[in-house]
């Protein structure tokens, strides 16, 4: 691992202040052999180096300790799986997950007749940046209608917004293709089935709801059922 990621990781800090650690001379690496030749305190770090597993970093003369280390799925979930442990009737997506995985929780949901990207974490604190409203991160979908979209419902939606029980829905939609069935649609919030609400209040029925992107993490080339482990 890269030191500057090692530090970012387990004292809490961006990879640039890392960097800023280690070009002040802040930084000590020390691997067996330095270990027996300097002591403890080991040699300065430089800029763009490796540690190896055994390794001891130190700053400002502490010991930097290595945390445990967190894990972050993205899935592509395929329709009728549904997003909880628990499926009263039907399946969910942890049983298409090895055992090791099945105790991460996702972050945010999707609906069972719902497609698309999911992540899957055991970190608290990505799960609340990724989330929460304040941090506005921004999900894409690919929505098909069972009927065109007509301009002036495409205004309400984009422009004013719908009035739902819970609060107005504003969403982004960008035409897809030939014909205005095929939408793609753009959005911060995280509502329960708040696209196919929003639709719905319009008479419109959803026939294919698919996730695309979640914040800077897309979907990809993962197919229905696959999974792959992402970095922060």
Same mark, same amino acid.
């Given at each position: 691992?890269?030191?500057?990621?090692?530090?970012?990781?387990?004292?809490?800090?961006?990879?640039?202040?890392?960097?800023?650690?280690?070009?002040?001379?802040?930084?000590?690496?020390?691997?067996?052999?330095?270990?027996?030749?300097?002591?403890?305190?080991?040699?300065?770090?430089?800029?763009?180096?490796?540690?190896?597993?055994?390794?001891?970093?130190?700053?400002?003369? #502490? #010991?930097?300790?290595?945390?445990?280390?967190?894990?972050?799925?993205?899935?592509?979930?395929? @329709?009728?799986?549904?997003?909880?442990?628990?499926?009263?009737?039907?399946?969910?997506?942890?049983?298409?997950?090895?055992?090791?995985?099945?105790?991460?929780?996702?972050?945010?949901?999707?609906?069972?007749?719902?497609?698309?990207?999911?992540?899957?974490?055991?970190?608290?604190?990505?799960?609340?940046?990724?989330?929460?409203?304040?941090?506005? #991160?921004?999900?894409?979908?690919?929505?098909?209608?069972?009927?065109?979209?007509?301009?002036?419902?495409?205004?309400?939606?984009?422009?004013?917004?719908?009035?739902?029980?819970?609060?107005?829905?504003?969403?982004?939609?960008?035409?897809?293709?030939?014909?205005?069935?095929?939408?793609?649609?753009?959005?911060?919030?995280?509502?329960?089935?708040?696209?196919?609400?929003?639709?719905?209040?319009?008479?419109?029925? @959803?026939?294919?709801?698919?996730?695309?992107?979640?914040?800077?993490?897309?979907?990809?080339?993962?197919?229905?059922?696959?999974?792959?482990?992402?970095?922060?």
């Amino acid at each position: 691992m890269r030191l500057n990621k090692f530090l970012a990781e387990n004292l809490g800090v961006s990879r640039r202040k890392a960097d800023d650690l280690i070009a002040a001379g802040r930084v000590r690496v020390s691997g067996h052999s330095e270990q027996r030749e300097n002591g403890s305190a080991g040699r300065s770090a430089v800029l763009g180096e490796r540690v190896n597993e055994g390794d001891e970093v130190w700053l400002d003369g #502490k #010991k930097v300790e290595a945390v445990a280390a967190k894990t972050y799925l993205a899935m592509n979930k395929p @329709v009728g799986y549904a997003s909880s442990r628990r499926a009263q009737n039907g399946k969910t997506l942890y049983e298409l997950l090895p055992e090791k995985y099945r105790s991460l929780k996702t972050v945010g949901r999707l609906d069972k007749e719902s497609s698309g990207l999911i992540l899957l974490t055991d970190d608290g604190d990505f799960n609340f940046r990724m989330t929460h409203p304040s941090f506005g #991160k921004v999900k894409v979908y690919e929505v098909e209608l069972e009927r065109a979209l007509e301009p002036l419902h495409q205004q309400m939606i984009s422009d004013f917004g719908i009035d739902l029980p819970d609060g107005k829905s504003k969403l982004g939609l960008t035409r897809m293709g030939e014909g205005r069935k095929r939408w793609r649609v753009e959005m911060s919030e995280g509502r329960n089935r708040q696209i196919r609400r929003t639709f719905g209040a319009l008479g419109y029925t @959803v026939v294919k709801l698919e996730r695309t992107q979640f914040g800077k993490y897309q979907l990809g080339v993962l197919k229905p059922g696959e999974y792959d482990i992402i970095e922060l």
